[in-house]
Nanobody, 117 residues
Framework: QVQLVEFGGGAAQPGGSLRLSCAAS????????MGWYRQAPGKQRELVAL?????????ADSMKGRFTISRDNANAKKMVYLQMNNLKPEDTAVYYC?????????WGQGTQVTVSS
């Protein structure tokens, strides 16, 4: 099993920045891709960004240029980060950490991000 715990999130003003962190623990061997998804009220969960073990990244179009995903494999716990800049009110959502291991998806509990003036 893989456990994912998110840190960060909270409130920001439009144009502001936030940084999300996610720590993976448990049986982390075999995790190839980690990333972030988000779900706004009344909407489906959507991709934000993914990063694989070779640090190749994939972003949703609306996040390109504003969000940066990175990962740290140096420690026993795999970490993935999401730096969010130039935040917009439409970025308001619950952000979920995701890990893909073989054919399985693992999810964190989610962290709220609220962007408003």
């Amino acid at each position: 099993q893989v456990q994912l715990v998110e840190f960060g999130g909270g409130a920001a003003q439009p144009g502001g920045s936030l940084r999300l962190s996610c720590a993976a623990s448990g049986t982390i061997f075999g995790i190839n891709v980690m990333g972030w998804y988000r779900q706004a009220p009344g909407k489906q969960r959507e991709l934000v960004a993914l990063i694989n073990s070779g640090s190749t990244t994939n972003y949703a179009d609306s996040m390109k240029g504003r969000f940066t995903i990175s990962r740290d494999n140096a420690n026993a716990k795999k970490m993935v980060y999401l730096q969010m800049n130039n935040l917009k009110p439409e970025d308001t959502a619950v952000y979920y950490c995701n890990a893909k291991k073989f054919n399985n998806n693992y999810w964190g509990q989610g962290t709220q991000v609220t962007v408003s003036s």
